[in-house]
Nanobody
C-alpha cells in the first residue's frame, strides 16, 4: 500500500508565499510522475504542476512564473513553492503520484489566500 501525506497549507495574504510538501511511503520501487492538483469550491479539479522522475516539469498557465515544483527522489517527496499568491489560488491542493500501474492521491491540504 502507498500513502501520500501533504503538509504546508494554510492562510496567507495576497502576494505571500507558501511551500507545500508531499511525502510518499509504502512499498514501491520508484515513482514515475508526481503532480499537484487543486480543487476550489464549485470548480473542477485542475492540474497545477507535474514533475517526472527525470526532473521534467509542466505548469498550468495560471501559475507559470509563480509556482515551482521540485522533488527529492531519494526521499520520495515532492514540493510546491508558491509565490505571489492570489485569492484565486485558494483551493484544496492534492498530491498525486503515478506508480505503475496505479494512481495514488493524498488527502489534500487547504490553501487560503485572503487579506
Amino acid at each position: 500500500q502507498v500513502q501520500l501525506v501533504e503538509s504546508g497549507g494554510g492562510l496567507v495574504q495576497p502576494g505571500g508565499s507558501l511551500r507545500l510538501s508531499c511525502a510518499a511511503s509504502g512499498s514501491f520501487l520508484s515513482i514515475n510522475v508526481m503532480d499537484w492538483y487543486r480543487q476550489a469550491p464549485g470548480k473542477e479539479r485542475e492540474l497545477v504542476a507535474t514533475i517526472t522522475s527525470g526532473g521534467s516539469t509542466v505548469y498550468a498557465d495560471s501559475v507559470k512564473g509563480r509556482f515551482t515544483i521540485s522533488r527529492d527522489n531519494a526521499a520520495n517527496t515532492v514540493h510546491l513553492q508558491m509565490n505571489s499568491l492570489k485569492p484565486e489560488d485558494t483551493a484544496v491542493y492534492l498530491c498525486h503520484a503515478y506508480i505503475l500501474p496505479t494512481n495514488y492521491w493524498g488527502q489534500g491540504t487547504q490553501v487560503t489566500v485572503s487579506s
